[in-house]
């Protein structure tokens, strides 16, 4: 089947370490983003990236690192920088970039770093 | 003023309700509009594009008045399973595409 998987589902972390959250996806999409939502709030773009070996700042990139390295992955990183890393990671996928796309959703990442 | 802006409810309507729910947008160069459900702890999925003439999609109707800068969105016969967070999703092209979401209205269809 195709899809966007995310993994873990939840991740706990201590204060001040780093910690990457993974996603792929097997729909031979070419772009790829990464969101964060909030409690009662809408989805935030982190990162994007058009192409492999692309990538672009968001809204909100402070503290985050990704790479695009092959087409199907797009791992963030969520560094020690972030001052709020606590939150709901989406990553999504879209056909291209276009203003039509449709973004596909992986299931999410809850990250709680205490 | 938020780029795009949603009710966040909730809102709670009996079974077989008809209920709309707005968003209004500030960008007056916003080219596409779409509505996505979001399940509570889960991921957004498309519920349907919003196109200039309307569309309809079995009991789900989605307007836009350009106009009025604002959105809308229609559910008739609501069932308990239509009870969600209804995203409004806004894109405006200005040499990156730009895709902002509201941040939800909250559905509540009750017995």
């Known amino acids: 089947d195709g899809g966007i998987t995310q993994s873990p589902k939840y991740l706990f972390r201590k204060e001040g370490q780093n910690v990457t959250l993974s996603c792929e996806q097997n729909?031979?999409?070419?772009?790829m983003y990464w969101y964060r939502q909030d409690p009662g709030q809408g989805l935030r773009l982190i990162y994007y990236?058009?192409?492999?070996?692309?990538?672009q700042k968001g809204d909100i990139a402070e503290g985050y690192s990704v790479s695009r390295e092959k087409k199907e992955s797009f791992p963030l990183t969520v560094t020690s920088a972030q001052k709020n890393p606590t939150a709901f990671y989406l990553c999504?996928?879209?056909?291209?970039?276009?203003?039509?796309?449709?973004?596909?959703f992986g299931p999410g990442t809850r990250l709680t770093v205490t | 003023r938020k780029e795009v802006e949603q009710d966040p409810g909730p809102f709670n309507v009996p079974e077989g309700a008809t209920v709309a729910f707005n968003c209004t947008y500030s960008?007056?160069?916003?080219?596409?509009f779409f509505w996505y459900r979001q399940d509570c702890r889960k991921e957004p999925k498309l519920l349907m594009s919003?196109?200039?003439s309307g569309n309809e999609d079995g009991r789900f109707t989605a307007q836009l008045n350009r106009a009025s800068q604002y959105i809308s969105l229609l559910i008739r016969d609501s069932k308990l399973s239509d009870s969600a967070t209804y995203l409004c999703?806004?894109?405006?092209?200005?040499?990156?595409?730009?895709?902002?979401f509201g941040s939800g209205t909250r559905l509540q269809v009750q017995p």
């Open positions: 999504a996928s879209s056909h291209g970039t276009g203003v039509d796309n449709e973004q596909y």
């Open positions: 729909l031979n999409h070419d772009a």
């Open positions: 990236s058009q192409i492999v070996n692309d990538f």
């Open positions: 960008n007056s160069a916003s080219q596409s």
């Open positions: 919003v196109y200039s």
């Open positions: 999703v806004v894109i405006f092209y200005t040499g990156r595409r730009a895709l902002t």
